[in-house]
């Protein structure tokens, strides 16, 4: 069997930018967050107006902002992939720099909502729409505190392989939050 496609040129397979390792992780979290989002609305068709009540408790602007923030964060990590190419490390590490900044922002604003939860007595145990906000959007933030670290590691070590393992990452970060902001804040 040939690694090489009916053109003569490498299979897709073989193609995918970065480390299959990394792709073999993203693809995993990816299906982990898709579970946890199908519970979520499997729950949610079981009592429909104590979800909509539990969720008039959520801050959908600071959802929203968050949302801007980590889209332009994951803008300026494909800006340092692109700047890894021309061989630019400079720029690259003000990039990624740029990118984990915002990263943090997030997790400030993030940190503030859960704050803004426990001043209401509103925990895990309040509801099962809480239950499923503070786990979904918890394991979300350690994903972006783990894409913060590895935004740090490839700027440390910049290359155009390392920069494409860790924007993948980072937009994988990006596309879950982009799957949970409106499932979460935004359905009704």
Partial sequence: MSDSDESGGESDFYALPG?????????????????GLLAFMAMRVTDPAGFTAAQGHLN???????????????WLAALALKASEAGQVARVRLLLAAAASLGMLFLWI?????????????????????TFYFLLTGF???????GI??????????????LEVGTAFWHMVDLVWVLLFPIIYLLR
Avoid: C, Q
Wanted: charged residues 10%; aromatic residues 10%; glycine residues 10%.
């Fill in 19 to 35: 480390d299959l390792m990394m792709w073999i992780l993203i693809i995993s979290e990816l299906l982990v967050f898709g579970a």
């Fill in 60 to 74: 959908a602007t600071a959802a929203g902002i968050n949302t801007v923030v980590l889209v332009t964060s994951g």
């Fill in 110 to 130: 993030k940190g503030m909502e859960y704050a803004g939860k426990a001043a209401e007595g509103i925990n895990f145990e309040t509801h099962t729409f809480f």
């Fill in 140 to 146: 979300h933030a350690l994903h972006v505190l783990a």
């Fill in 149 to 162: 670290v590895i935004l740090a590691l490839v700027g440390w070590k910049a290359s155009p392989r390392n």
